[in-house]
């Protein structure tokens, strides 16, 4: 299965500034989602990358708040955009290299807004 | 999406099988049936998935009804490392392949 790098681990942000993180897949992948779990939740999707074209983005979520890149295809980034205490919460990058083989996650951003 | 019902919580004593269980009354021909497990401070891992037969790897087995409206995971002895929440999801091939979770249960391994 493919191996993912998410950067940062972890990291504690001001309000009102943004945070991008990182994701690094060791295989060329065609979709990579995003998801966000608050604090005692579950996952919840918040976009679908694809490469070359927009995030498609569920709903609650907008791509003002959060802006995705995908450059190409082994790479993704997710910006949390004019923070608040709200977005704290750790955020997932996944992959489905292959699909009925199981999609990988990264290990997560463990992100605090103060 | 069909939706998935699950117990929250779970208890089971260590080296003993665990049954969990899952319900999906509104699984499509085309819905797979999959199974991950998030481990305390982890992201998600794949454990099994299956359509219509029973299915069996390293991690688990899963049992699947005759009428695929619920399904069983198994694991043969659970250990102390096997405490995580278990999510059941269903998966349809024909659109986007996104997973969509749900709350998932809760397993408490104990000695």
């Known amino acids: 299965s493919a191996v993912i790098s998410q950067k940062p681990s972890r990291d504690i942000c001001q309000r009102g500034t943004s945070l991008t993180i990182q994701c690094q897949v060791d295989?060329?992948?065609?979709?990579m989602f995003w998801y966000r779990q608050q604090p005692g939740q579950s996952l919840t999707l918040i976009a679908t990358a694809n490469q070359g074209s927009e995030a498609t983005y569920e709903s609650g979520f907008v791509i003002d708040k959060f802006p995705i890149s995908r450059p190409n295809l082994t790479f993704s980034t997710l910006t949390v955009s004019n923070m608040s205490p709200e977005d704290s919460s750790i955020y997932l990058c996944s992959v489905a290299p292959r699909v009925y083989y199981g999609y990988t996650f990264g290990s997560g951003t463990r992100l605090t807004v103060v | 999406d069909a939706k998935t019902t699950q117990p929250n919580s779970m208890e089971s004593n260590e080296e003993e099988p665990v049954h969990l269980p899952c319900n999906h009354s509104t699984i499509s021909g085309t819905d797979y049936i999959h199974w991950y497990r998030q481990l305390p401070s982890q992201g998600p891992e794949y454990v099994i998935h299956?359509?219509?037969s029973n299915v069996n790897n390293r991690m688990a087995s899963l049992a699947i009804a005759e009428d695929r409206k619920s399904s069983t995971l198994i694991l043969h002895r659970a250990t102390l490392r096997d405490a995580a929440v278990y999510y059941c999801?269903?998966?349809?091939?024909?659109?986007?392949?996104?997973?969509?979770f749900g709350t998932g249960t809760r397993l408490q391994v104990t000695l």
């Open positions: 295989s060329q992948v065609t979709m």
């Open positions: 299956g359509l219509t």
């Open positions: 999801i269903l998966l349809n091939t024909g659109t986007a392949s996104k997973l969509t």
